[in-house]
């Protein structure tokens, strides 16, 4: 028999969906949607990150992830950094790749993580990219099915649904072949996933900022891995300042303060001075 669900508010597990800049085609190939579950997985194993589910599509992700260690903004940072160095570079571009603000609603309970797995890993049924879940590589769908070990913790919810594995097994095969578009629906416009007292709990509350982040904004200027390094740990290179230039307009475009701006890149006011009237 399956354990009863265990209540579980919002500073666990949250439904993270990011696009791509313009709704842009930024997973196209397979290597681009590999380098992103890599990028999954190093969350995993350096911020202490949990990670329930995932499903890369073309132009966004889905993911069931929760973060003790960091806060979820700290890793989502992470994780879109390291994906747009990689992006910038593999394609001779520069600029934004994600959109400045990934979606992050929180799942109260044991029962909506299950509504929230069978949605994440139905994504590319509903989009018509393949007849069955099993049929689509870019997810975690496998690693529930016992194909291969993994970073996902597919343990809890196969223990919410059954304490015997092969029973287990079973019941989220019959899961991926519910289709419940009225669920669905509910699920991709949600801002919270639960019922009226996480609502009450939750809406007051801003999740992320609206801005970017200034490590985004920095990346975006260009740099690949090792500028963006020499820049935060202080580098004053001659090549480096029309990166820091075009990081102090976009910061002051997004609004960030003059003092937040010159501490983060360590700069005196009289240089920050300089590079704003340049």
Not at 33 to 61: P, S, T, W
Not at 176 to 186: A, C, G, L, R, Y
């Amino acid at each position: 028999m399956a354990r009863k669900p265990r209540v579980e508010y919002a500073e666990g597990i949250f439904h993270v969906i990011q696009r791509g800049n313009n709704r842009e085609y930024i997973f196209n190939e397979a290597d681009e949607k590999d380098y992103l579950i890599d990028c999954f997985q190093r969350a995993v194993e350096k911020d202490k990150a949990e990670i329930f589910a995932y499903v890369v599509m073309g132009n966004h992700f889905h993911a069931a992830m929760k973060s003790e260690n960091e806060s979820l903004g700290k890793v989502m940072q992470r994780i879109n950094t390291r994906y747009s160095v990689y992006y910038n570079r593999k394609r001779e571009r520069t600029g934004h790749v994600f959109e400045g603000r990934y979606k992050a609603a929180p799942v109260q309970d044991d029962r909506y993580l299950l509504a929230l797995v069978r949605y994440i890993h139905r994504n590319p049924v509903r989009a018509k990219i393949c007849d069955r879940v099993e049929n689509y590589r870019w997810s975690s769908d496998g690693y529930y099915r016992g194909i291969c070990d993994s970073f996902v913790c597919s343990d809890l919810l196969l223990g919410i649904l059954a304490n015997d594995s092969r029973v287990a097994l079973d019941e989220y095969h019959n899961l991926m072949k519910i289709t419940d578009e009225h669920q669905d629906m509910m699920i991709r416009e949600a801002d919270y996933i639960g019922d009226e007292a996480l609502c009450a709990q939750w809406t007051s509350q801003e999740l992320d900022p609206a801005r970017s982040e200034l490590d985004e904004i920095l990346i975006n200027t260009g740099l690949d891995m090792e500028g963006y390094r020499m820049v935060k740990n202080g580098s004053r290179k001659r090549e480096l300042v029309p990166y820091k230039e075009a990081f102090v307009r976009r910061a002051l475009a997004e609004g960030y303060p003059q003092n937040e701006i010159a501490s983060f890149l360590g700069l005196t006011r009289m240089t920050l001075y300089r590079y704003i009237k340049n």
